[in-house]
């Protein structure tokens, strides 16, 4: 167990390339799967580049994978497409919701950047906090500008299918919302614990 504790981010990533390359065969549309798994290998190989200049606490990097595996499932099937509908049908919802949880989950990341900071002693709790917080935001809102680029640029099918609207024209707002509630849940975590004293 102890040796499983030691290697756990590079035992994560194993698991997670070979999960990935599962999901790489046959997509329904290779294009839009292309779209959706370009942040997926940036964020992955970022995370794997720089683990021997800093190491994460395991919790961070479970955190952080939730995302990537999430994400890669929704890039293999279209986010609209995914089979969730045992879900759908138990809450009474009237769509996919497959992608609001991937949204949720990018705010996971929020964890790690508080970690980082004060880790590294570049802040103090507070605005390790708020940083984290921020940042996810950004993020959120950028990529949704990303988003709306590429259905512009791509049309048709291709177009639709990435921005994944589901007929709401209230999605992308939505979503930065999700992003946003997953960076406070994961922060909440972060000070539930007591990291914000032992990073």
Not at 1 to 15: A, N, T
Not at 18 to 37: D, G, I, K, L, Q
Not at 183 to 195: D, H, I, K, Q, T
Request: hydrophobic fraction near 55%; proline fraction near 3%.
């Amino acid at each position: 167990m102890q040796w499983l504790s030691r290697r756990f981010p590079l035992v994560l990533g194993l698991v997670f390339v070979v999960f990935w390359a599962y999901w790489a065969v046959e997509p329904f549309s290779r294009r839009v799967w292309w779209a959706e798994n370009l942040p997926v290998i940036g964020v992955f190989l970022i995370l794997a580049c720089t683990y021997t200049r800093f190491r994460f606490s395991n919790l961070a990097y479970a955190l952080m994978a939730v995302w990537l595996f999430w994400h890669t499932v929704g890039g293999h099937y279209m986010f609209a497409h995914v089979p969730f509908g045992f879900v759908t049908d138990l809450f009474g919802f009237e769509r996919n919701h497959f992608d609001r949880i991937g949204h949720f989950s990018v705010g996971f990341y929020a964890f790690a950047a508080a970690e980082l900071l004060l880790r590294r002693r570049w802040t103090g709790p507070v605005v390790a906090g708020l940083f984290g917080l921020f940042l996810i935001m950004s993020v959120a809102a950028g990529y949704e500008i990303l988003e709306w680029w590429f259905a512009v640029l791509e049309g048709g099918d291709v177009g639709h299918e990435f921005l994944g609207s589901q007929g709401d024209v209230w999605d992308a707002q939505k979503d930065m919302l999700l992003d946003t509630c997953g960076a406070l849940a994961s922060l909440a975590l972060f000070y539930g614990l007591g990291r914000h004293r032992v990073a």
